[in-house]
């Protein structure tokens, strides 16, 4: 008789449960992104010295998405074990602790680490949310409130930069997580009430967590991302982007060890799983086929979405800035960037609600196919901007993109929660986010080396003192080829999509 009570709560105020965890997740989607455009004025204020600095002003980035990208199976895997309400409430709790030791860091080296803290919890909040939504939404209504959450993450990736940019040109950058710490505690507070009676929540289960795969699991994805950013000559990423200021590409000997060894972590976390009572992640979960393609697809996503968020930045910043002083130049580029960068996260915002209805409509297959071929044919249209391209042109062709972004979240993460068991949500969220995570830093390494390779060919007609004027022309040229293939890599994804089967067989295979 008690056990169908938490359901039932729950299910009395589903949508303003999800809310509340739409809030959290926009409060952590704002920080992923905002550091894009306050990068410039942190290397300026830390006095980081550039070019031989980049190398560690690139942690600033890369430590979050690293940080991010291991939190999120494991804290929603937690979730499942302990409950949504007690890993929610620590999660924004821990991003709260971090946000203020990012405002008070007065060394690099602090900051770095500050950043790691605020990762944790933020990286815990998505998969959290998603498994939340899961929990309190019938199948019939999932993938729209799928789609409601997709578009406030979105618009957390809109206010970032904006955000960041608004901090910049007339306060300090502080101030922004100063901010972070009064919504983070309402959140919590809140928390506290919606989320008592959640399905599973006290429901007597032993509560037991695999550790050893934990331990393994969170090993191979941080050597494999340290891997990763290494191959990629670990260039900070934003509009500060610059590829005359970098080392040649890093020789196979720098990053084969960490390859190796998160490949080596990866296989015995593969063994644990295999063998362990309660595994941490079930691995028949990839037997599935709308899992593994969804995830498959959502590394494309992250892919080509990267590839957007930084590419954007740096092409404001290196061929249309201007400013008669450094602060106006770093400033004016700031506030353009994030202003052009509102056009595609705008567009993600507001299809990714569309997304969620056409996909309790037509099913997973038509919304992502159709998201995929407009992702590919914004990055078409972006593989023509030269140096006298327009503002204008460019929220045009950055629109399509993220229209097709939009149109494919929706459907991506309710494949994944509609094809797994209950206690199995939040692992399987986290891993689908896992997979557009990786998918971003596959997709700004390849970013990086390709720049640094080009750039060291193309600079080669030119001596060392022409080789300024030309260097916004090879930046665009970069630039449209990156375009180009990312455009190409998208397309090709649709052969994915269209083997998503409806939802009742998936349900089916379980």
Known sequence: M???VPSQQSN???YLILTLVAFGVFIAADDLTVISTMLPQMIFDFEIPLPSGLDDASWIVSSYLITHVVAMPLLGRISDVYGRRFIFINCMAVFAVGSLMVAQAQTLNFLIFSRVIQAIGGGGVVPVAMAVVGDVFPVERR???LGLLGAVDTLGWIIGPLYGAFWVRYFTWQWQFYINIPVSVITIVAAWFLLQRLPGQDDGRAKSLDWAGAVFLSVALTLINIGLAKSGGQVAAGPVFDFTAAEIVPTWQKTLPYFLGGGLAALIFIWVERWVAEPLMDLRMFRVSNFTIACLVNFVVGFVLIIAMVGVPLFVNAVLAKGNTVDEFIKSAAMDSGQILSALTGAMAVLSVVGGWLCT?????LPTIAGLLSIGAGFFLMNTWSPTVTFGRMALHLMVAGIGFGLVIAPIGAAVINAVQPEARGIASGMVL????MGMSVGLSSLTA???????VLSLPYSAFE???YVGAITAQIL???????SIFALLAIGLAFILRSESQTLKEM
């Open 361 to 365: 409509r037509f099913g997973y297959r």
């Open 12 to 14: 009395r105020h589903p």
């Open 450 to 456: 390709w720049g640094l390779y080009r750039f060291d």
């Open 467 to 469: 080789i300024g004027e």
């Open 480 to 486: 449209n080829e990156t375009f180009l293939a990312s």
């Open 434 to 437: 896992i997979l557009r995570l």
């Open 2 to 4: 008690n056990q169908p």
């Open 143 to 145: 993938a729209f409130a």
